[in-house]
């Protein structure tokens, strides 16, 4: 039996998120779907992780086991011939049996995409967080910085009871971010908020970009982050920035 590695880039506007759900269209429903009509049998994807309804990859990662014998690259074309347009695979590769692609990842980094324009064209509207309004870009990148490191990130955790998981402690909203920091695209008037951490809870990557938002709009100091993650209460934090401003770009193990 082979273990293989599919490293996918999809659109994700269109879609209910990555995880199958019923009575909805979702990335992992159509891979397995056009998966199992190549293979001939049906096939169980492992996702890295959960992207919700609009958020986007470059750099997904799922693993499936098969029987069958059709090369890698083959596989590859094959499933990109079937996939609609706003799903790639980049990239498939036989791999250990015990790999799996939630459990075998070390970090996962994403990319948040502000558009600090007064109109957002329509060919962007779907790919970035629009925001025209006047920004204190050196006080999001202080805020920013403080979020590095080992903390409890429960005040920038979403709430949706289907994403808890039984008997873990009380710690499971410890997480370790190995870098948090923005960038400026100055020729393109957008803010670019990067985070590579040991993982991600529900929400939190649009969490904190609402949260920094609302310091660099003045609402909040940065100075308030540490109080924030010390008082364990999301309604301290910002709002949920949208979706469609959110990349997973890459998958470490």
Not at 64 to 88: E, H, Q, Y
Not at 97 to 109: G, I, L, V, W
Not at 169 to 184: H, K, L, T
Request: glycine letters at 8%; charged letters at 25%; a positive charge.
């Amino acid at each position: 039996m082979r273990n293989i590695r599919l490293t996918i880039a999809y659109d994700g506007a269109g879609f209910h998120g990555w995880q199958r759900q019923p009575h909805s269209e979702t990335i992992q429903e159509i891979l397995e779907t056009r998966a199992a009509k190549i293979t001939g049998a049906a096939v169980t994807l492992y996702g890295s992780g959960r992207t919700d309804a609009g958020v986007h990859a470059t750099g997904q990662v799922a693993n499936f086991k098969t029987s069958c014998p059709i090369p890698c690259a083959s596989l590859v074309k094959a499933l990109n011939d079937s996939l609609p347009a706003s799903i790639r695979v980049r990239k498939a590769e036989d791999v250990p049996s015990d790999f799996h692609a939630r459990h075998s990842a070390r970090a996962k980094a994403y990319r948040y995409r502000i558009l600090q324009r007064a109109i957002c064209p329509p060919y962007l509207a779907r790919y970035v967080c629009h925001h025209p309004y006047p920004l204190d870009i050196r006080r999001m990148a202080r805020a920013a910085r403080l979020l590095e490191g080992e903390h409890d990130f429960t005040s920038f955790a979403g709430s949706d009871p289907a994403r808890r998981v039984k008997g873990r402690s009380e710690d499971s909203n410890v997480r370790q971010i190995f870098y948090s920091r923005i960038r400026v695209r100055k020729e393109l008037q957008m803010i670019v908020y990067e985070v590579c951490g040991s993982g991600f809870l529900h929400h939190m990557v649009r969490n904190i970009v609402g949260t920094l938002l609302e310091i660099g709009s003045g609402k909040l100091s940065p100075e308030d982050i540490p109080g924030i993650l010390e008082a364990r209460d999301r309604s301290k934090a910002g709002p949920t920035a949208p979706a469609s401003g959110l990349w997973l770009v890459r998958v470490e193990y």
